[in-house]
């Protein structure tokens, strides 16, 4: 799995907030996930065509929802979605947050429930064919509503693993494959 989330190199470049270069690597979208594409690029050609190039990304950085557009948004992350699908991804790890908003990245208590589920559904409305994950507190169905929703799979940490009635409905009522995928 390729990290391009939660204030780590990738998601910084990703960033309008945080990504001032005047070089290839910034400006527009393109020049920003230039970075992140050259690296699922070169995973995709050094390893065999059934190897999983899995990148985890940062969908909002959660700054920009008060009506601002200096960050990482939705809709950025939609595009550069679309980018490394084209790139050689084969999954894409959804979660949220950055280092000024970490309640997202590691929710707290009181955060929702299925809290990146708005962003996978977008992802996916917007075109992207690989599966998406959805990550982001998924300790219960929220109302009898499957986390996964439309997406891709789940990505659980290990503490919820045992969560049956998640792992027993994930993908129930959709066709094709089913991804899970556990942080130990």
């Given at each position: 799995?390729?990290?391009?989330?939660?204030?780590?190199?990738?998601?910084?470049?990703?960033?309008?907030?945080?990504?001032?270069?005047?070089?290839?690597?910034?400006?527009?979208?393109?020049?920003?996930?230039?970075?992140?594409?050259?690296?699922?690029?070169?995973?995709?050609?050094?390893?065999?065509?059934?190897?999983?190039?899995?990148?985890?990304?940062?969908?909002?950085?959660?700054?920009?929802t008060?009506?601002?557009?200096?960050?990482?948004?939705?809709?950025?992350?939609?595009?550069?979605?679309?980018?490394?699908?084209?790139?050689g991804?084969?999954?894409?790890?959804i979660?949220?947050?950055?280092?000024?908003?970490?309640?997202?990245?590691?929710?707290?208590?009181?955060?929702?429930?299925?809290?990146?589920?708005?962003?996978?559904?977008?992802?996916?409305?917007?075109?992207?064919?690989?599966?998406?994950?959805?990550?982001?507190?998924?300790?219960?169905?929220?109302?009898?509503?499957?986390?996964?929703?439309?997406?891709?799979?789940?990505?659980?940490?290990?503490?919820?693993?045992?969560?049956?009635?998640?792992?027993?409905?994930?993908?129930?009522?959709?066709?094709?494959?089913?991804?899970?995928?556990?942080?130990?």
């Amino acid at each position: 799995m390729i990290h391009g989330a939660n204030g780590y190199l990738a998601c910084e470049l990703l960033s309008k907030r945080f990504n001032k270069r005047t070089d290839a690597y910034g400006g527009d979208l393109k020049g920003r996930a230039k970075y992140l594409i050259d690296i699922v690029r070169v995973a995709r050609e050094k390893t065999s065509p059934d190897f999983p190039v899995i990148l985890r990304l940062m969908g909002a950085d959660r700054v920009s929802t008060k009506g601002g557009n200096e960050g990482w948004s939705i809709a950025d992350c939609v595009e550069a979605c679309k980018m490394m699908e084209a790139n050689g991804a084969t999954a894409i790890d959804i979660t949220s947050g950055s280092q000024e908003t970490p309640q997202w990245s590691r929710p707290y208590w009181f955060m929702p429930q299925g809290l990146n589920a708005d962003i996978t559904e977008a992802i996916k409305k917007g075109g992207v064919k690989i599966p998406v994950w959805v990550t982001g507190k998924l300790t219960t169905h929220g109302g009898g509503r499957n986390p996964a929703g439309r997406q891709g799979g789940l990505c659980l940490r290990r503490t919820w693993a045992d969560r049956r009635s998640i792992l027993a409905d994930q993908g129930q009522g959709r066709q094709g494959r089913r991804y899970l995928s556990l942080h130990l």
